[in-house]
């Protein structure tokens, strides 16, 4: 509970901070479910074709976007966080544009990780939670110690190991969060782009201190 809170904490005490930096990827889900949201009350397969065919260009763009920024964002972050608590400032932007630089290699970690956490999902959600906490910390070392893809994974699995319980519960408690809000806004308000924005928002501030609590982890097994 005392890592829940001070996470909680260190995501208030520089929230300017990290609200600019989750700006781009609150434009891009904003996007996202903006040119899906036309999608809702389609009912016919000819129609849902029509659709696409007609909106084909932007979807491929926004999905296009939409990886850069995501995988872009999950190693910028980190770097996010090692200059708050390092005192070393660098900008929103310039921590993603650090992303932007190692792309390749976070979309490496994103995509044999996500098989790993996909399968885990199919069998009642909750493997897929714990082997995301295990693999949490890959973006980490590919930003900070320059690790390559295969191990950056076998490490983050490694320094996860004995906290690996606790890392679960903590990333399944801000998960199950951000979860409930979207069934609340879902079930109580009607759908429009001032909710999806401030949805958007709310579920990226609600993950912050998640990434906290992981690069907490990093800089402990250093000393």
Known sequence: M????????????NLNFLFLLILPIVFVDLLSSYIFLGMGEITQPEDLR???FANQNSI??????GLVVQVSYSGGVFVAMQSLVSGNYISPINCLAEGVKKFFKL???SLLSGIAIIIGFLFLILPGIYFLARFALAPCLIMLKNKNIMDSLTESWEMTDEHGGKLFLFTLFFFSVAAILVLIVNSYFAQSIFTLL????AEQIILLPLFYLFHSLYISSKT
């Open 2 to 13: 005392h890592q829940i809170k001070s996470s909680i904490n260190f995501v208030k005490d």
């Open 50 to 52: 029509e659709y696409f």
């Open 60 to 65: 491929f763009l926004v999905i296009i976007v």
């Open 107 to 109: 979309l490496g970690v």
């Open 198 to 201: 401030l949805m958007a928002i």
